[in-house]
């Protein structure tokens, strides 16, 4: 048989096994004869493949399905805590480990800080040692992959960090060293790509075909999915909406240029209008909170400021909020996606942020159906792109188009 043959056959099978293991893993459990029929593969296939997926222990047969006249047929279930996969979140002063079991629930989390100005020999060492330790909390052989949630500009297809824009490092073979260390798929994404895919399986994003996730914290970046699959560009760097400009005589961005919407609606931008309207003399809560130290203003105090009141605390989530607002407005005419979801810290602010974006896009948004487009928070919170990181090994287990577009992209 020409090697091609045998590859395509390879992969028919491998793209059937997906199918099927994607089919028990969303009913939650379904009889063999069911299976068949849903995916019109014939009952001798299922029969094999789910020998196979037996015999390797991420399948068990469960309890017996409704009878339909005769025997009543025994349920396929995944086995969901037979397997454990490690998810990682490189954040720019954090770095959070998750191990999780095949429906992405935690079983162990931990957080370890970043220093200043790290070396990329400090990032691998961090995250060597998490993942051992992990990986030591599991039978040997039972963690499946590895999926990395990491911030600025990645080649996903080589699990390359291409820029890492606050670590100052660029080409971070992470894909490459940690496989080599583990010896175990790893699998590397944008962050908030990441999160685009962790909502869109476990989050609020659930059934979303076309859906685009936010991420709004020290930066601003989107995770775009087109039918079901992530949209990357084609060198990465789609959904950087953080650097489009909001404002063209604005503040001085990370990037060099001026008036880039995260100057104006992420983290800095909030602290910079907070600190203008202080040295103007307006009267705040937030002067007594941060008691003269610039340094411990941050989203959360201004948030807190808000909450208690503070007027001008309110004004600056109402003002980062239009900001966002004409974002995705923009981002609704070029992509129009049929849910916006928006996560990240400083989107804890929750309705005193995403009032003022609804508010905009009802306002400008080109027809009655656009100016719908629902605009909801993240539902997987501080964990979304923690969770967005396991999902990418779980989606390329279970599901055939995400398999099907890693595979032949
Ligand atoms: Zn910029």
Known sequence: MASHLIGSFQLMKSLNRTLILNIIRSTGGISRADIAKRTKLTPPTVTNLAAELLSEGIVVEGQHGPSSGGRKPILLKINSRQFYVAGIDVGISKIRFALTDLDARVLIRKTIPVQDSPKEADIMDVLIQAIRSLSSEVPKGKLVGIGIGMHGIVNSAKGVALYAPNFNLKNIPLKEKLEEEFGIPVRVENDARAMALGESWFGNGAGAADMICINVGHGIGAGILMDHKLFRGRHGLAGEIGHTVADLNGPLCTCGN??????????????????????????????????????????ALIYQAAIAGDELAADLFRQAGRYLGTAVTNLIHVMNPSKIIIGGGISKAGDLLLDPVREVVRQRALDPEAKKTPIVASGLGDEAALIGAVTLILAEMFSVQYKHQTELV
């Open 258 to 299: 001026y008036g880039c919407l995260q100057a104006v609606a992420a983290h800095d931008g909030l602290k910079r209008a907070a600190m203008r309207e202080i040295s103007f003399g307006r009267k705040t809560l937030i002067t007594d909170m941060i008691s003269g130290d610039e340094s411990k203003l941050n989203g």
